[in-house]
């Protein structure tokens, strides 16, 4: 970026120019990510129909102790064939509307903070060494993952609500009867204010935090050795395989966490106190989950999950690797 030979009648501060040109770069990663975020749900938005609801059942039960015909969700593939069988095309797609809105929040702010972040910290304290600029990059997408789930909390209340809904199977998890995503907000809002549209905020962000720290880098570092090390050519395959390692490493460490969270979004509250029937924070529903499913409890729906996000990861970053080419083809 030229910074220099600008006529001084004009006024301008030649430092505005890149602040600027730094400004453009993070709202057009925002709409990015954004986009290829959207495009990657529209077709794993039923896995995590899917995925909720294997998270849900059983909840709080011992490990055996739950009778067989309770579980109408076996695994992934017969809860999806399940979902579709009694509720349909709408049902596997259950809150796929918010979802859309959700995903600007979380990934948009993830993949278009990411680099932002990242080049302070690298620029700012001058780092070079291998293990710094990873430390950096695991910090950096924590940091992206959290802001996204703070900013679209509420919007993954309701998703998560609007998933666990089923008119035939009402024991799967506490059941939110809803309207419009709109008049849920303004209801919850109404009844519990603000605190009731963050309820198991922290979860989420711990959720995104611990996602995004091994997401980010690790897209980053093996597309970068695929590349650099392997000759690989900088294609749609060669984003399709980093992705799909990059989701399953992701799912590993994100199952416990999304469980939680899941659960501290789904749970019932109590009209007077607007407390949580069963979990008073993230730790609380941890550890009676540990105490009465076993370690067991924090991989339920594990299966489903990585099948939402494998291709998800995969679909989301071969979107927004050929968003950018578009743009920088186009529109640049």
Not at 103 to 119: A, H
Not at 316 to 328: A, C, D, H, N, P
Request: aromatic residues 10%; glycine residues 12%.
């Amino acid at each position: 970026m030229v910074t220099t030979a600008i006529p001084a009648q004009n006024n301008l501060n030649t430092e505005s120019i890149p602040r600027f040109a730094k400004a453009k770069e993070t709202f057009l990663g925002f709409v990015i990510g954004g986009l290829a975020a959207c495009g990657a749900v529209t077709f794993t938005n039923p896995w995590e129909v899917v995925k909720t609801r294997l998270q849900l059942q059983g909840e709080l039960v011992r490990a055996g102790a739950l009778a067989e015909s309770s579980r109408p969700y076996h695994n992934s593939f017969q809860g999806l064939k399940v979902v579709f069988q009694h509720e349909g095309l709408r049902g596997i797609q259950r809150g796929l509307g918010v979802a859309y809105i959700y995903q600007v929040c979380l990934n948009g702010s993830r993949l278009g903070l990411y680099e932002p972040v990242r080049s302070g910290i690298v620029n700012g304290l001058g780092l070079k060494s291998d293990h710094t600029l990873l430390a950096a990059g695991v910090f950096s997408g924590a940091v992206a993952g959290m802001f996204g789930a703070l900013l679209g909390s509420p919007l993954f209340l309701i998703k998560t609500r609007r998933q666990s809904y089923s008119p035939v199977f009402r024991q799967i998890g506490h059941q939110h009867a809803m309207g419009s995503s709109f008049s849920a907000l303004r209801e919850i809002y109404r009844t519990e204010g603000i605190k009731g549209l963050y309820r198991g905020a922290d979860a989420a962000m711990a959720r995104a935090g611990v996602g995004s720290a091994v997401q980010m880098p690790t897209y980053m570092i093996g597309k970068e050795i695929l590349i650099d090390k392997f000759g690989c050519p900088d294609t749609v395959s060669t984003h399709f395989g980093t992705s799909m390692v990059t989701g399953f490493l992701v799912c590993i460490a994100m199952n416990p966490f999304d469980v939680v969270s899941t659960r501290m979004y789904n749970q019932g509250v109590d009209p007077a106190t607007g407390r949580g029937l069963l979990y008073k924070s993230p730790v609380d529903c941890f550890v009676k989950m540990i105490q009465t499913e076993g370690v067991r409890g924090l991989y339920k729906g594990f299966g489903a999950h990585f099948l939402r996000i494998g291709p998800h990861t995969t679909l989301m970053f071969v979107f927004m690797e050929q968003l950018k080419s578009l743009y920088g083809k186009y529109l640049k």
